[in-house]
Antibody
Framework: EVQLVESGGDLVQPGGSLRLSCEAS????????MTWVRQTPGKGLEWVAN????????YYVDSVKGRFTISRDNAKNSLYLQLDSLRAEDTAVYYC??????????????????WGQGTMVTVSS | AIQMTQSPSSLSASIGDRVTIICRAS??????LGWYQQKPGKAPKLLIY???SLQSGVPSRFSGSGSGTDFILTISSLQPEDFATYYC?????????FGQGTKVEIK
């Protein structure tokens, strides 16, 4: 079955750390860029970070730069998000998503066509 | 970061209605825009990419249009399963940014 399964969410104190995992199955993981998106309770969606197929390039939203690190292990079909120096405002459901990029010539379009079920991170004392 | 503004924030409609949701970008993003549907407690679902390309398996009553700064998601005949929140997402540059969402409710 083609799926993504996140894990690692937990209750953590401000300033603490957490590592989220996303295990892929049913498709060739190394062929895809991968993305993390989060959703604060009752609020909208926020793109957090993404990583190239080979793991050699990453992008982040400004609010997490220097605190979060995205990585992947293609041999284990797994995506990770290391969350450090956590703040209350990082409380959210974190989703991993596959980016099935479509291209027209040299223009690439994101298409997050497969999502995990989400994992909840709560930052509170 | 590019700001994406959706309107309306919510709307009430009846089964069979034609529904239009607008997304405006704070700068020209060509046609680098996707639309996603989200139901309560579920992950988002891709509907449209590249502003107007229908994702495989998505019903043809969904369509997208626009380029530059103004984009539209249209549901031609609203069905019971379409009651959800809809988000636009620009992928023109980093960081990617979502609109704030449009909740479609039953009238």
């Amino acid at each position: 079955e083609v799926q993504l399964v996140e894990s690692g969410g937990d209750l953590v104190q401000p300033g603490g750390s957490l590592r989220l995992s996303c295990e892929a199955s049913g498709f060739t993981f190394s062929n895809y860029w991968m993305t993390w998106v989060r959703q604060t309770p009752g609020k909208g969606l926020e793109w957090v970070a993404n990583i190239r197929r080979d793991g050699g390039l990453q992008y982040y939203v400004d609010s997490v730069k220097g605190r979060f690190t995205i990585s992947r292990d293609n041999a284990k079909n797994s995506l990770y998000l290391q969350l450090d120096s956590l703040r209350a405002e990082d409380t959210a459901v974190y989703y991993c998503a596959r980016d099935d990029q479509h291209s027209t010539g040299d223009i690439y379009y994101d298409a997050f066509d497969l999502w995990g079920q989400g994992t909840m991170v709560t930052v509170s004392s | 970061a590019i700001q994406m503004t959706q309107s309306p924030s919510s709307l009430s409609a009846s089964i069979g209605d034609r529904v239009t949701i607008i997304c405006r970008a704070s700068q020209d993003i060509r046609n680098d825009l996707g639309w996603y549907q989200q139901k309560p407690g579920k992950a988002p679902k891709l509907l449209i990419y590249a502003a107007s390309s229908l994702q495989s398996g998505v019903p043809s009553r969904f369509s997208g249009s626009g380029s530059g700064t103004d984009f539209i998601l249209t549901i031609s005949s609203l069905q019971p399963e379409d009651f959800a929140t809809y988000y636009c997402l620009q992928d023109y540059n980093y960081p990617r940014t979502f609109g704030q969402g449009t909740k479609v409710e039953i009238k």
